[in-house]
């Protein structure tokens, strides 16, 4: 049962921008955490951003930090991720998640630590990036 879908994804150049967004079903959706992840072939996936909390506080991880951007529409039980000044190491398959887990939104925790955080998982949106 897919319960977070995501999409936006494509191929850009380098410096060019893409809007992610992933819908949730509202049995899905969590103001705990809204987190974006990411992963490259042959790397962990990664955290990229979170949104969390009921006043939708934020956090990145340094690589994309003044360049993505995550939001969410409560109404629409939807997420988005706004990605600017796009690199070619941002290319990879990018992940929406939820959950209602403790320590959901410490983005420098140990990859697979946040990631088991996580409850529900979107398929993916491959996001390219040339350089």
């Known amino acids: 049962q897919v319960r977070l879908v995501e999409s936006g994804g494509g191929s850009v150049q380098a410096g060019g921008s893409l809007r992610l967004s992933c819908a949730a079903e509202a049995s899905a959706y969590s103001t705990t955490c809204m987190g974006w992840f990411r992963q490259a072939p042959g790397k962990e996936r990664e955290a990229v951003a979170v949104i969390y909390g009921r006043s939708a506080m934020t956090d990145y991880v340094d690589s994309v930090k003044g360049r993505f951007y995550i939001s969410r529409d409560d109404a629409k039980t939807t997420v988005y991720l706004q990605m600017d000044s796009l690199r070619p190491e941002d290319t990879a398959m990018y992940y929406c998640?939820?959950?209602?887990?403790?320590?959901?939104?410490?983005?420098?925790?140990?990859?697979?630590?946040?990631?088991?955080?996580?409850?529900?998982w979107g398929q993916g949106t491959q996001v390219t990036v040339s350089s």
């Open positions: 998640a939820a959950s209602q887990s403790a320590g959901c939104a410490v983005l420098d925790a140990p990859s697979r630590t946040l990631v088991n955080k996580y409850t529900y």
